[in-house]
């Protein structure tokens, strides 16, 4: 069965620490791996798409690796503004449909 | 420029009384999906849509809930009768039909069935 688990459930970061947000997936057939931000009561915002192991992508403080087990979303030097839940999300299948999401790691940064 | 649109934002509605979500998709998108988002089960996919016709309705959970899309810009998705366990965020995404894009969501609708 398709599956992808992040870790951990809950981060709290004091301003500038660094760390990195985690998302495993088991699916048969990995055709792309997606980062979305969501803050409360909106919609999950997307950040990156990561398609093949090795592959890197950056965005300001944010930056996503992927390799054939798992993908790693690093927060460097985070600010208040980063406090947001980070949704990992697998493409399976070959038409842009179906997309599995992990249960997402909620980041708090305290000034 | 617009992106996905939803109505309403916020729906409180009595058990058994029919629920109807509306979506409007970005334009020039011609893949329509219909999400759910709980606290226990996280975000789940309940039925896309391709140029308007429905692919995969796996998710959908019983046949309580329906879902239409009458023309490229418009998609509802309705549940007949309500029960309290549907009580959830409802998300509308819609993405084209090009390689490597990614779906873009809509803020939701946030549906409690008392």
């Known amino acids: 069965e398709d599956q992808v688990t992040q870790s951990p459930e809950a981060l709290r970061l004091q301003e500038g620490e660094s760390s990195s947000l985690n998302c495993s997936y088991t699916?048969?057939?990995?055709?792309?791996l997606f980062w979305y931000r969501q803050d409360p009561g909106k919609g999950p915002e997307f950040l990156f798409t990561?398609?093949?192991a090795g592959e890197e992508k950056e965005k300001e403080r944010l930056k996503a690796t992927l390799t054939k087990k798992e993908s790693f979303l690093h927060i460097t030097a985070p600010k208040p503004e980063d406090s947001a839940t980070y949704l990992c999300?697998?493409?399976?299948?070959?038409?842009?449909?179906?997309?599995?999401f992990g249960q997402g790691t909620t980041l708090q940064v305290k000034p | 420029d617009a992106g996905v649109i939803q109505s309403p934002r916020h729906e409180v509605t009595e058990m058994g009384q029919e629920v109807t979500l509306r979506c409007k998709p970005i334009?020039?998108?011609?893949?329509l999906f219909w999400y759910r988002q709980t606290m226990m089960r996280g975000l789940e996919l309940l039925i896309y849509?391709?140029?308007?016709?429905?692919?995969?309705d796996s998710g959908m959970p019983e046949d309580r809930f329906s879902a239409k899309m009458p023309n490229a810009s418009f998609s509802t998705l309705k549940i007949q009768p309500s029960e309290p366990r549907d009580s959830a965020v409802y998300f509308c995404?819609?993405?084209?039909?090009?390689?490597?894009?990614?779906?873009?969501f809509g803020d939701g609708t946030r549906l409690s069935i008392l």
């Open positions: 699916v048969s057939g990995l055709r792309g």
């Open positions: 849509f391709n140029n308007n016709v429905p692919i995969d």
């Open positions: 999300a697998v493409q399976v299948g070959s038409l842009p449909g179906k997309l599995i």
């Open positions: 990561l398609y093949s």
């Open positions: 995404a819609s993405t084209a039909d090009r390689r490597r894009q990614p779906q873009h």
């Open positions: 334009s020039g998108h011609d893949y």
